[in-house]
């Protein structure tokens, strides 16, 4: 049974570019939710997508956006990068109908904005 | 303002002792509790996780102990073995019956030395 995916493990961009990030969730789950972990910190919610519709959304300004698709994958994109951006960008996936479901993390993408 | 605090950045234990992580939480709308292990360049695996409707959950040698009234939940790894050594999160969420967001403190360093 194949965990949370995630690609590429590791990003190099420059300030003011563009970046995709790409996530598949564990087998039967249907909700991705996307996290930034800064160095020394925990992770910060960003926002979660279910039935390919963001549903929540934490505190992060309109360039970075989403998708999911009619799989359950999941797209992150950042615009207009900023040396704050770097950082490690994680996905978790979980089963919405399950309830009080527990959030299953891949093993991220390093992204590197210089 | 950090909803989620784990105020001890670090912690050393000897093999076979009790290790035990701390968190406190301000919001009162948090209502179910996780406990995360993270190994470096590897994502988030989750470990436990308590409902605030119990005061305990117990697996193997894994105890998460939720005090409401305090706003504190603590993590008792009994015995510790030197693969325990990691950063440990707390993460919590709230009611809303779904696979909500996680709000995560800034981890504990946890070091089991022989």
């Known amino acids: 049974d194949a965990g949370v995916t995630q690609s590429p493990t590791h990003l190099i961009k420059t300030r003011g570019q563009q970046v995709t990030l790409r996530c598949s969730p564990k087998s039967g789950h249907d909700t991705v939710s996307w996290y930034q972990q800064a160095l020394g910190q925990g992770p910060q919610f960003i926002f979660q997508y279910y039935e390919e519709e963001e549903r929540q959304r934490g505190n992060f300004p309109d360039r970075f956006s989403g998708h999911q698709f009619p799989n359950y994958s999941s797209e992150l994109n950042v615009n207009a990068l900023l040396l704050g951006d770097s950082a490690l960008y994680l996905c978790?996936?979980?089963?919405?109908?399950?309830?009080?479901?527990?959030?299953?993390f891949g093993p991220g993408t390093r992204l590197t904005v210089l | 303002d950090q909803q989620v605090k784990q105020n001890s950045p670090s912690l050393s234990v000897q093999e076979g002792r009790i290790s035990i992580l701390n968190c406190d939480y301000t919001?009162?709308?948090?209502?179910?509790f996780l406990w995360y292990k993270k190994y470096p360049a590897e994502g988030p695996t989750f470990l436990i996780s308590i409902s605030s409707i119990k005061d305990k959950n117990e697996d193997g040698r894994f105890t998460v102990f939720l005090n409401k009234s305090a706003k504190h939940l603590s993590l008792h790894i009994v015995p510790s073995q030197p693969g325990d050594s990691a950063v440990y999160f707390c993460a919590a969420s709230p009611g809303t019956g779904t696979a909500s967001k996680l709000t995560f403190g800034t981890g504990t360093r946890l070091q089991v030395t022989l």
């Open positions: 978790a996936s979980s089963l919405r109908l399950a309830g009080r479901s527990t959030q299953y």
């Open positions: 919001n009162s709308m948090f209502d179910y």
